[in-house]
Nanobody
């Protein structure tokens, strides 16, 4: 079982930056692929970024490539999402998620943190 708690959301002007954090419980954090997803009002939840168990592999949605960076600190059981050059269309609730490295689906989700980008 993994429990995830996000933090770092808030209100920022377009062009600004935020860093989201996701703290995970448990002693097997390095056994999980970690991802960030987001859901804007009236839209379906979408994938943002993911990082492999040792931080060596990452993937991003096309909409955030070059602006967002995902990374993890296994010693702190924490995954981060550094968001730069934010746009109003990045406004959403951001969710952290975890899946066991041999699983196809994300089984564990945080409660979400709101990110609002004003124009």
């Amino acid at each position: 079982q993994v429990q995830l708690v996000e933090s770092g959301g808030g209100l920022v002007q377009a062009g600004g930056s935020l860093r989201l954090s996701c703290a995970a419980s448990g002693r097997t954090f390095s056994s999980y692929t970690m991802g960030w997803f987001r859901q804007a009002p009236g839209k379906e939840r979408e994938f943002v970024a993911a990082v492999g168990w040792n931080g060596g592999s990452t993937s991003y949605a096309d909409s955030v490539k070059g602006r967002f960076t995902i990374y993890r600190d296994n010693a702190k059981n924490t995954v981060y999402l550094q968001m730069n050059s934010l746009k109003p269309e990045d406004t959403a609730v951001y969710y952290c998620a975890a899946k066991y490295v041999y699983s196809a689906n994300y089984a564990y989700w945080g409660q979400g943190t709101q990110v609002t980008v004003s124009s």
